[in-house]
């Protein structure tokens, strides 16, 4: 029955990929304020070239280009999504 449970470290590994992506989308939420644009930009741009987290191999860069592309697919796209994606693909210190 102990080998049906998960540890804790597969609990903590667990909630920490859940907290990630609901940052994710909390900033993805940001930047469409137009009143947060600049906050979430940086955030976009802070954890650049970093993996999600804990469990995640991700590239945060990489989840946000694919989120921005499926909002994109269904049909929702703003300048600042534009701006922040090529700012995103640059080379790191491009502009």
Avoid at 46 to 68: C, H, I, K, N, Y
Avoid at 75 to 85: L, N, P, Q
């Amino acid at each position: 029955m102990a080998s049906e449970s998960k540890s804790t470290i597969e609990i903590i590994a667990t909630s920490a990929q859940v907290i990630s992506v609901v940052i994710a989308a909390l900033i993805s939420v940001l930047s469409f304020n137009s009143t947060r644009v600049k906050e979430a930009e940086a955030i976009y741009l802070r954890f650049a070239g970093q993996p999600m987290g804990a469990g995640d191999a991700r590239m945060w860069t990489s989840v946000v280009l694919e989120d921005f592309d499926a909002l994109r697919k269904a049909g929702f796209e703003t300048a600042d999504m534009i701006r922040i994606a090529q700012r995103l693909k640059a080379p790191k210190g491009g502009s």
